[in-house]
């Protein structure tokens, strides 16, 4: 036979838990179901927000690694080109000395070298030369004259170059050289040419080197000089060689005028 409590065997404060929970016990469900909801979803957020995590880093660092090496690349591409040089020579005068020469060549249109320090190596002996400005696209002669020299000609002639490069955006005007004429009789030689000044600025002093080829060989250097040549002004200059000399079949002039050599700027007063 089963035994049930009376109500008298309850205390007060049992029966009103009990009332209270009968009554409530729906809303407490809720609430248990409403955390264990909220903390299912602040798990599942946090581990959303560590996955999310991690793939955007490793985007990050590719997206960096992809941009150092574009940026590697475009240093690359936008380092200027070696300078073109032929063979350097050594050419004997009658006064024992040697002319050397080496012709050397800008290829590149956005960058110009704005000092060229050269040096010749010729035996035993390290010969440098005067720093020249290159402009993009140009070719000039590298001489020096008149070294003393007593021995067979030299079979080897070395040369080193120490380019300062600058890069530009558009071709600078320079010292145009047109009209060259040669004129050769006997034991002396003679070339002729016009000068036209297209730079912004006056100059004291413009340099010219000549390289005179006999049946495409460099045979005779030679330089010359004109003072004070003002914006826009033409000019016809001449350069000769005396002695022992072969048929001309050509000369080059180039000049050397260097634009940043403020020492060498004229008022043109």
């Known amino acids: 036979m089963a035994f049930y409590p009376s109500s008298d065997d309850l205390t007060n404060e049992q029966l009103k838990a009990a009332s209270w929970w009968l009554s409530h016990k729906q809303r407490v469900w809720l609430i248990v179901f409403i955390v264990l909801l909220a903390i299912s979803a602040g798990v599942w957020g946090w581990l959303i927000f560590k996955v999310v995590d991690f793939f955007t880093i490793t985007q990050n660092d590719l997206a960096l690694k992809q941009a150092k090496i574009i940026q590697q690349a475009r240093a690359l591409i936008q380092r200027p080109s070696e300078l073109t040089v032929d063979n350097p020579v050594a ?121 005179a080829y006999s049946q495409g060989q460099l045979v005779a250097v030679n330089r010359v000089s004109i003072e004070k040549l003002k914006i826009n002004e033409e000019r016809t200059v001449a350069a000769s060689w005396y002695g022992q000399l072969p048929k001309f079949d050509k000369v080059e002039v180039f000049s050397q005028v260097d634009p940043y050599d403020s020492a060498n700027w004229w008022s043109g007063n």
Do not use: C
């Not at 060549?105 to 960058?111: A, E, H, M």
């Not at 070298?113 to 050269?118: D, E, P």
């Open 91 to 211: 050419i004997y005068n009658s006064n024992n000395t040697l002319d050397l020469a080496v012709q050397v060549t800008n290829p590149n249109q956005n960058w110009e070298v704005k000092a060229l320090k050269f040096q010749f190596a010729v035996g035993e002996q390290t010969v440098p030369g005067q720093t020249v400005y290159l402009a993009p696209g140009q070719t000039t002669a590298l001489v020096i004259l008149h070294v003393p020299w007593n021995q067979a000609l030299p079979e080897q002639v070395g040369i080193t170059l120490d380019p300062s490069w600058r890069k530009v955006t558009e071709l600078p005007a320079g010292i145009t050289v047109s009209n060259v004429e040669i004129q050769q009789v006997d034991q002396s030689a003679q070339a002729s040419w016009m000068v036209k000044n297209e730079t912004l600025r006056h100059y004291w002093l413009v340099p010219f080197t000549l390289a």
